[in-house]
């Protein structure tokens, strides 16, 4: 694994449990093993990020299989487009569902190395403990503790990021692959809760510094009947908090039913 200083951008170098870099900042490793390399002072609240109820629904959601489809997808897609990647990053990372699926497919092909990067400490705390064979660390996407032209795949899902960021993490001819909503992603459920529901906008596949290499929407329909995992899908969205008591017990009880609308893109790096 690479980091560097989150204070200086010099390279950090591990010794024993402690990232240090010559300027003598430090960075000691927690017991899960991550490390925190997002100052005290460039964070713009006490626990930025998800907290833990929102990441413990989007876990256990995860983890019942809901969304393997489009992780499966992504992995395809860097099968197809960066085979050969051995410096993969999850931008974004949250609790590791992603990233170790994405490990798996791709290091079964040859040896690599995956690094996770989340505000969330929450998040990256449950994804060291639970994937010791990967590596992750609580960061900011806008300024991501990561070498320059090191990354060789890059896989951003919901992830919001800054494009110079993107465009300096990734190695010649770096493949980074995104997931956005789809106009019709939940759709369902925003009829429940707005007069007049909006479609997500749809991507027009351009990032500066980039050259998209292919474009899909990934469509299928959620139908979820047990009422534990209709609350953890509730929890995990942006949309929670919009829901009466009473709407969720009645969604407890009928089941609930959505649209997956998921756009996903292929980039070259070109700059």
Excluded at 32 to 52: A, F, I, M, T
Aim: aromatic share 10%; with cysteine; hydrophobic share 35%.
């Amino acid at each position: 694994m690479q980091y560097i200083c989150p204070l200086c951008a010099l390279p950090l170098t591990l010794t024993e449990r402690t990232w240090g870099c010559p300027q003598a900042h430090k960075f000691d490793m927690a017991k899960e093993g991550y490390v925190n390399l997002l100052p005290v002072q460039k964070k713009n609240s006490k626990d930025p990020g998800d907290n833990q109820q929102m990441m413990l629904a989007r876990r256990e959601f995860l983890t019942a299989g809901y969304y393997q489809s489009l992780s499966d997808r992504v992995n395809a897609l860097a099968l197809a487009y960066a085979s050969e990647a051995q410096q993969i990053l999850d931008i974004g990372c949250g609790e590791g569902y992603y990233s170790h699926r994405l490990y798996n497919t791709l290091v079964a092909e040859h040896p690599c190395q995956l690094q996770g990067v989340d505000i969330s400490k929450s998040a990256i705390k449950y994804a060291a403990k639970r994937y010791p064979n990967l590596s992750f660390c609580v960061a900011s996407a806008y300024e991501m503790p990561i070498p320059s032209h090191s990354i060789n795949l890059a896989i951003r899902i919901y992830a919001p990021s800054k494009v110079e960021e993107l465009q300096r993490v990734m190695a010649p001819n770096g493949i980074l692959i995104t997931v956005s909503p789809g106009p019709l992603h939940h759709f369902a459920l925003k009829q429940q809760i707005y007069a007049e529901p909006r479609l997500h906008p749809a991507s027009d596949a351009k990032i500066e510094g980039f050259e998209c290499l292919h474009q899909e929407r990934l469509r299928s329909q959620l139908e979820l009947n047990n009422s534990q995992d209709i609350s953890h899908f509730l929890e995990m969205t942006p949309y929670a908090w919009k829901f009466t008591a009473e709407q969720k017990r009645t969604f407890a009880q009928s089941g609930l039913s959505c649209e997956l609308d998921f756009q996903i893109e292929v980039h070259r790096i070109s700059v």
